[in-house]
């Protein structure tokens, strides 16, 4: 049975508040453990850069989880890419959808890049959904074909030249991630810490240019509400 998220954080030394705003420090920003355990240090909180690490592995789907249960209907535009990373000299390759909105729909790391592994992140992808976009962009990888043809074939495929650049653009903060990590240790690695990254940023990323101070502020004070709400964090005094 799964327990109540208030017992998650039953025998921690430090309150939800503390947890929680670690978590979202560490995924939020490109920040390493030691630069959140310096943060929080500044501000009287004395704890070790491993616990800040360990309270990411425990909590940190858990929060996801939770983001994308609220997540509302996504875009009816998807932009599909694949971004290759190298893990112990190997390398591997993660797809990635996004919709119009720049929101990230999902990820998933594979070995290969051919029709089987479209495939299957197509099904990843529209797994418990009751719904299919109304359009598909993606560059002109042949595997994007081969698994659109099988698995939504009703929808529009287009492959036109930049048509996918926000697909390629959304791979901007994966890569400065890798920098700031000095490199992902392995699929699993990667994919759990982008799985939490992902949602925690889709409801941060509000896109300040795009409105006025005054709206920009409400955005992020809801924003800042519902992680309140996700994690158990009761609003500062």
Request: with cysteine; glycine share 4%.
């Amino acid at each position: 049975m799964t327990l109540p998220p208030a017992h998650r954080y039953k025998n921690h030394r430090f309150p939800p508040e503390i947890i929680s705003h670690a978590v979202w420090v560490y995924h939020r920003f490109s920040l390493s453990f030691r630069d959140v355990e310096e943060m929080l240090a500044e501000r009287g909180v004395i704890v070790s850069y491993e616990a800040v690490r360990q309270w990411c592995l425990k909590f940190g789907q858990t929060f996801a989880r939770k983001l994308r249960h609220r997540r509302g209907r996504p875009g009816d535009t998807w932009y599909l890419d694949e971004l290759f990373i190298t893990m112990s000299g190997a390398r591997y390759y993660l797809w990635r959808a996004v919709d119009q909105d720049g929101e990230t729909l999902d990820i998933l790391v594979q070995k290969r890049r051919n029709t089987r592994a479209a495939k299957r992140f197509f099904r990843k992808l529209l797994k418990g959904l009751q719904y299919v976009p109304n359009r598909l962009v993606t560059d002109k990888l042949r595997s994007y074909a081969a698994a659109q043809r099988t698995t939504l074939p009703s929808v529009p495929h287009c492959t036109t030249q930049y048509a996918n650049n926000r697909a390629e653009v959304s791979h901007q903060p994966t890569r400065q991630r890798e920098r700031q990590m000095r490199r992902f240790k392995s699929p699993r690695h990667v994919q759990r810490f982008l799985s939490v990254h992902g949602p925690i940023n889709n409801l941060f990323r509000i896109g300040r240019h795009l409105m006025q101070a005054v709206h920009y502020r409400l955005c992020r004070d809801q924003a800042f509400a519902t992680w309140r709400d996700v994690t158990m964090c009761l609003k500062a005094a």
